[in-house]
């Protein structure tokens, strides 16, 4: 099975230093941040600052207990991503060497700059620059959106570090194969599911596809989380069923907080005034 990885350029070699590899990855972030200003879901209430922390906890809880709250229709999607992440399974070998077989200076040079959007501390200073610029320009949506972002970050890399440590699945590197699972052994070469990187990045790319209204914007944040999907099975830290399932969590986590969102700022309460022969008084009205 031969697999194309990034771009091969012949025998030809195509250096880059460090420092450029993160320039490009700074002004990528920049780049990203701009093109993100506009074209935002307005909405009439948006989170608030002072509510973030409390929203944190909430989300993340939602998130562990979600189980419990699965219908028949989440059950035909879950069987419909266990069933791709069985069949990744057992390809694993297989793309692992395809990837080892395209590796170039160049390729590296592309993975070394797709890693840093995958990095949560990368992801967190765009949230802040992102939600600053929003606060600074008077855009709450902007605002709106860095949090419920960071939200979704916090909650999937939560129940992510969780995962990791119950599997204790093996590295590529760490030369055990694909089927070597050490439950809560706690050793960095033995959480390689899910992929942290790769669930992070979709856990905020999934948000700004849900909250803009152009579709080049989901286009954008779905075609790097891919990218940083596809680095993680080129650096050899994570096999292709890993990075499947961890687009699936980063995914799902990130459309439920959105959804979440809305559904909340449409709960509203007011009172109505009631008359009656010997009666005057004032009903509550409730919308959940």
Do not use: C
């Not at 990744?88 to 077989?101: E, H, N, P, T, V």
């Not at 419920?148 to 590295?171: H, Q």
């Amino acid at each position: 099975m031969q697999l194309g990885v990034f771009l091969q350029r012949g025998n030809s070699k195509v250096s880059f230093n460090s420092k450029k590899s993160r320039g490009i990855s700074l002004a990528g972030f920049y780049a990203l941040a701009l093109v993100f200003s506009f074209g935002a879901k307005s909405s009439a209430a948006e989170p608030e600052i002072k509510n973030f922390p409390g929203d944190v906890i909430r989300q993340t809880g939602r998130v562990f207990t979600s189980p419990a709250r699965l219908g028949l229709s989440d059950g035909a999607w879950l069987a419909g991503l266990a069933g791709g992440g069985l069949l990744l399974y057992s390809m694993d070998g297989q793309i692992r060497r395809a990837f080892k077989k395209n590796k170039s200076s160049f390729n590296d040079s592309v993975s070394a700059a797709l890693e840093k959007f995958g990095d949560g501390g990368y992801e967190l200073g765009f949230l802040a620059v992102y939600g600053a610029a929003g606060y600074f320009l008077k855009k709450s949506e902007m605002t709106g959106t860095a949090m419920l972002a960071a939200e979704s970050f916090a909650a999937a890399d939560a129940v992510g570090t969780v995962v990791k440590i119950a599997a204790g699945r093996a590295r590529p590197y760490a030369g055990e194969g694909k089927g070597s699972f050490r439950p809560f052994i706690n050793k960095t070469s033995h959480t390689s599911f899910p992929s942290g990187h790769t669930t992070s990045i979709f856990s905020v790319a999934s948000v700004f596809a849900a909250r803009y209204e152009s579709p080049a914007v989901g286009i954008i944040a779905y075609s790097l989380a891919s990218g940083v999907a596809m680095q993680r099975l080129y650096g050899g830290k994570h096999w292709a069923s890993d990075a499947f399932a961890s687009a699936a969590l980063g995914t799902a986590v990130g459309r439920a907080v959105v959804k979440s969102a809305e559904a909340a700022k449409e709960k509203t309460a007011y009172l109505l005034p009631v008359f009656a022969p010997g009666y005057a008084g004032a009903a509550a009205v409730l919308n959940f």
